[in-house]
């Protein structure tokens, strides 16, 4: 190997660690046996929740998770790789993996990281059930209101009460 080949691996190693890091949820998946149609479809999903997906080399990968000191990967990174990484929304990867997978059964979800912490399957799936962050947000909405809006009914429920006693 060359030495420019070897500088490019170690930036990409570089890489890959501070996604690993940066990303506030990461789900690795194994797409062997998705069709280019199944890969694409997926690609759009998660490019519109903001979350991006790349293929990557299983050496690298421990490498970087290495790198990022999180362990307990190593089985994770086997056979044909992908990875979601998502910045943002801890909830996006997880869903729309777990979705996919049950429409395309050549999917299969091997493990993740949320918030800096080494996830199974189970936990990734189990996150997955949860509202996206929209849904989260407009639940916390509606209990923040309530209070106002029963607030509101008892004034108007008393200037109703006061307009028909007059």
Do not use: C
Not at 17 to 32: C, Q
Not at 80 to 90: G, I, K, L
Not at 154 to 165: F, P
């Amino acid at each position: 190997m060359t030495k420019a080949v070897i500088t490019k691996k170690a930036q990409l190693v570089d890489e890959v660690a501070e996604k690993l890091t940066a990303s506030v949820s990461t789900v690795v998946v194994d797409y062997r046996g998705l069709t280019v149609d199944e890969v694409t479809a997926l690609r759009k999903q998660l490019r519109d929740a903001g979350v991006e997906m790349r293929v990557i080399k299983n050496s690298i990968l421990r490498r970087a998770a290495e790198k990022a000191n999180l362990e307990g990967l190593d089985e994770v990174f086997a056979g044909p790789t992908a990875v979601a990484f998502s910045n943002e929304d801890v909830v996006a990867p997880a869903k729309i993996m777990a979705d996919f997978a049950k429409e395309a059964k050549a999917l299969e979800i091997k493990g993740g990281i949320i918030e800096g912490g080494v996830v199974s399957v189970e936990e990734i799936n189990a996150l997955a059930k949860l509202p996206n962050r929209e849904g989260l947000l407009s639940m916390l909405l509606s209990v923040l209101q309530a209070p106002v809006r029963n607030v509101a009914y008892a004034v108007k429920a008393v200037a109703e009460a006061k307009e028909e006693a007059a």
